[in-house]
């Protein structure tokens, strides 16, 4: 049987869907169409809120469709810990709950170490998840290889967290999209948001490119688009972007049955019985006016990660140079010019992918890369996102996820929505304050992209 070559592009590379119409009214307007909008809208509606979320694209056609497909708690920042824990309980259920099926599989997480230093600071991070109530632990010799068994490399160790799990992001969020929908949420793509309608200082709706929707609360959830759309408001939010490559396999023999990262690369199986791979040790950051913007806020980040950051300067420093910082409303905004962030996948990455892979894991040499495809990735100074009020009342911001979006996404949008209707979830939100960029507070990136 031939090989579909594009299971997971097609998420995005299809033709746009446009509403005939769009409501006149809703309670909140939910800009974005990832997994943080949708989940989000999933939990207002379950409340009885009447919800719509306008995408300007496709669902799920930006990051939340490109990801690893990772659901783990394992080397979280501690500030993410109770929303992951959350939502893997989300995860879990969903399938029961709803009838529908996201290829959620609770499979395991490994990172493995390549020398006792790295091995040590994973002991350092189990003596955290061991406060949390989290099952992770050191594992070694006999019991690693049992989980790995087609690896070649001889790691002193690994860090493991057995009940963290993978779902099929091209899946995941049409799903989740499907059971709003029923719940009462309007989900609209092809409807950008051009801006926010305001009355005395305070949110009265939004402007779409299809006309107004009057609401008295908006969620910017826009992915790498929000830091663009915050400043056409006056607001100062830091992010910056950078290019994953990823790769899908045909399928393949079985070497490992769940999550692996190595400092060579990113491994898990697929429901489709593949492998999603990605590199390891690359990040591709295009060099844009906002690199030098925000370069003291990131500094930290910067320093951490510069072994894995590739920067480059070219059309992407010339788009942002051109993007307006406002618009008139009934004009064409960025947002429709670009429906789509659709990089081009690093090349040169999937090479050294391909030689690594071989490395790691010698039966897998000769597998076919069936797709490839590259997402831009928002991050914020500290990688923790921002989950907030803004100085506009009745206008929230959730973005700066840094590659963890797609795991926490349901727990992310259970917590959102009790933060707009005013209820509580449980989740305590302060740690993802806008304001802790500006307020002194210390920048400390606990985790990397």
Request: overall charge neutral; aromatic content about 8%; some cysteine.
């Amino acid at each position: 049987m031939e090989l579909q070559k594009n299971t997971v592009s097609q998420t995005w590379d299809r033709p746009l869907v446009v509403p005939g119409k769009i409501p006149a009214q809703a309670d909140v307007v939910v800009i974005g169409g990832g997994i943080v909008g949708i989940c989000t809208a999933w939990f207002l509606a379950r409340q009885g809120v009447g919800v719509v979320v306008c995408e300007k694209g496709h669902i799920a056609g930006e990051q939340s469709g490109r990801n690893w497909g990772w659901v783990r708690q394992q080397g979280r920042d501690p500030r993410e810990l109770p929303m992951i824990m959350e939502s893997l309980r989300i995860w879990r259920s969903f399938k029961e709950q709803t009838g529908e099926d996201t290829g959620f599989v609770e499979g395991g997480c490994l990172f493995s170490a390549s020398n006792d230093r790295e091995l040590a600071e994973f002991a350092a991070w189990v003596e955290l998840a061991k406060t949390a109530g989290l099952d992770t632990r050191l594992i070694t010799g006999d019991e690693l290889a049992k989980l790995v068994p087609g690896a070649a490399s001889h790691w002193p160790g690994a860090m493991y967290t057995a009940s963290d799990g993978r779902a099929e992001p091209h899946k995941a969020t049409p799903a989740f999209a499907r059971v709003a929908t029923k719940a009462g949420a309007k989900v609209l793509t092809g409807c950008a948001v051009r801006g926010l309608d305001l009355a005395a200082g305070q949110v009265a709706g939004v402007v779409t490119e299809h006309g107004r929707i009057r609401t008295s609360t908006v969620l910017c959830a826009g992915g790498a688009w929000t830091s663009l759309f915050c400043r056409s408001l006056g607001i100062d939010l830091p992010q910056l972007k950078v290019r994953g490559t990823v790769v899908r396999t045909a399928p393949a023999p079985n070497v490992l049955d769940g999550n692996l990262f190595d400092t060579r690369l990113g491994i898990r199986r697929r429901a489709d019985g593949g492998y999603t791979i990605a590199p390891g040790a690359i990040l591709d950051h295009p060099i844009t006016p906002d690199s030098f913007r925000y370069f003291f806020k990131f500094l930290r980040a910067l320093t951490m990660d510069w072994h894995l950051v590739r920067l480059s300067c070219g059309r992407a420093f010339i788009d942002e140079w051109r993007t307006p910082v406002s618009w008139p409303l009934d004009q064409c905004s960025p947002f429709e010019k670009a429906r789509v962030l659709n990089p081009e996948p690093n090349l040169a990455a999937i090479r050294c992918l391909r030689k690594d892979l071989a490395k790691v894991f010698p039966s897998l040499a000769e597998i076919e890369f069936v797709e490839s495809w590259a997402g831009m990735i928002e991050s914020t100074p500290d990688i923790v996102p921002v989950i907030d009020a803004s100085r506009i009342p009745g206008f929230y911001i959730a973005t700066g996820f840094s590659g963890h979006g797609f795991g926490i996404g349901p727990g992310a949008g259970k917590a959102i929505a009790a933060m707009l209707t005013g209820t509580d979830s449980g989740i305590d939100l302060t740690p993802m304050r806008l304001a802790r960029f500006f307020d002194g507070s210390p920048i400390r990136p606990l985790s990397s992209i």
